[in-house]
C-alpha cells in the first residue's frame, strides 16, 4: 500500500509500506494492503510502520485523522 505521514511543517514519510499501525482514539488500528476504506481520528502516540524491507520506523503524533482509500493510506498528524 502507498502510505503518506503529513504534518503541519513537512512530510514525515512517503512511499511503499507493507504494514501501519496507529494510535486510534478508541484504541490501536493496523492497517494492511487492501485494507477497507475508513476515516478515523488518532490520538497522541507512536505510529509503527513496517516497510516490504521488512524495516519498521517509529513516528511520535500528537494526534490527527487517518484515511484508507483504494490501498492508499494518508495520515494527517499534529
Known amino acids: ?10 512530510k514525515l514519510f512517503e512511499g511503499e509500506a507493507k504494514a501501519l ?7 490501536s488500528l493496523g492497517v494492511l ?3 477497507a ?3 478515523a481520528s ?3 502516540g507512536k505510529v ?6 521488512a524495516d519498521v520506523t517509529f513516528f511520535e503524533v500528537n ?5 484508507v482509500l483504494k ?8
Do not use: F, Q, R
Open 1 to 10: 500500500m502507498y502510505l503518506e505521514i503529513i504534518t503541519p511543517d513537512k
Open 63 to 67: 494526534g490527527g485523522v487517518i484515511e
Open 37 to 39: 476504506p475508513m476515516i
Open 33 to 35: 494492503n487492501n485494507h
Open 42 to 44: 488518532l490520538k497522541k
Open 71 to 78: 490501498n492508499k493510506v494518508v495520515v494527517l498528524a499534529e
Open 21 to 27: 499501525t496507529v494510535p486510534g482514539s478508541e484504541g
Open 48 to 53: 509503527k510502520v513496517t516497510t516490504d524491507k
